[in-house]
């Protein structure tokens, strides 16, 4: 069952290698629907020998799945880059264009450790035109595309990680459980204390 969903979701990677084009790169965010925290993005190029089953959208992996697979993409992937826009930035040019900038970052990163650059981006979802890179937006990438999965869990384990660390240095919101969504005991932190120094203030306009 894993192997044959590798075997699909390898198509779009497979057909961009059947035509001469090696180095493939995959870009995903998490974190556009937090209200604290940054975003997130990242863009990780696999390697053509790529035959690890199990990689798949993050959100459908246990948190020990997700770091058991994150420490193989980062170790056997040609390049990994990782993009990430804080709270103030969000708020200052809005979250759709805070991602594009994160998945820059990332872009850019990875591409640089590659004779030559990434050659196509694989996007869950977004176009990146800015990139300068021929490109292909994928709805749902990261259930169709091992590349864009690849970035998914590397992204939401590098996001994960950075609140569980915020949640000691600000406490009381439940960050190390919530990672900055907004749960009952995340409102219950707001209410009791107000915002604090990551939260998204255009997104706490309800509250």
């Known amino acids: 069952m894993l192997r044959k969903k590798l075997e699909d979701m390898l198509s779009y990677e497979r057909a961009l290698w059947s035509k001469g084009v090696a180095l493939v790169g ?33 959100k459908k992996l246990s948190e020990k799945k997700r770091n ?41 990163s990875a591409g640089e450790k590659l004779e030559g650059g990434i050659r196509h981006l694989l996007v869950d979802a977004v176009k990146l035109p800015e990139a300068g890179i021929p490109g292909t937006a994928i709805i749902k990438g990261d259930e169709k595309s091992v ?13 994960d990680r950075i609140m569980t660390e915020f949640d000691s240095v600000f406490p009381g919101y439940a960050f190390a459980r919530n990672k900055g969504y907004g749960t009952e005991a995340h409102y219950a932190g707001l209410r009791a204390k107000g915002p604090c120094l990551i939260h998204r203030r255009t997104f706490l306009k309800n509250l």
């Open 26 to 58: 995959g870009v995903d965010e998490v974190g556009r629907g937090p209200l604290a925290g940054p975003v997130c993005a990242a863009c990780v190029v696999l390697p053509q020998d790529w035959d690890v089953p199990g990689v798949n959208d993050s």
């Open 147 to 159: 590349s864009v999965a690849a970035a998914s869990i590397v992204a939401k384990v590098t996001r």
């Open 68 to 108: 058991e697979l994150y420490a193989v993409i980062v170790a056997r992937a040609l390049a990994y880059g990782i993009g990430l826009v804080g709270n103030e930035r969000i708020d200052e040019i809005n979250i759709l264009n805070a991602t594009k900038e994160a998945m820059m970052i990332a872009v850019r």
